[in-house]
């Protein structure tokens, strides 16, 4: 072989020496990525629980407005009740 010969394997062995580096980092990449998606996912999921937590919660608060709101009218009906009891005996 000559010198040119040679010298093109050389260019050619570091050309395909760059292209497996190349190669090594999109697989690295790729990798990456994997795991960035992964994370999303299970973020989506803890989302998605903590929603219909609230939703639940939402409820809840929804039925014990209205509980104490009627258990507030009759604690007024009560109120009213016994003002008038004492009003109607201190009568002249």
Request: hydrophobic share 40%; no cysteine.
């Amino acid at each position: 072989m000559n010198m040119d010969d040679l010298k093109r394997l050389d260019r050619i062995e570091n050309k395909i020496d760059k292209l497996v580096e190349v190669v090594a980092s999109l697989a690295r990449l790729e990798e990456r990525m994997d795991a960035v998606v992964q994370r999303v996912d299970r973020h989506e999921y803890r989302l998605d629980d903590q929603e219909q937590h609230t939703e639940v919660l939402t409820e809840k608060v929804n039925e014990n407005t209205s509980s104490r709101n009627a258990l507030e009218r009759f604690v007024w009906l009560v109120v009213a009740a016994i003002a008038s009891t004492v009003a109607y005996m201190f009568r002249e």
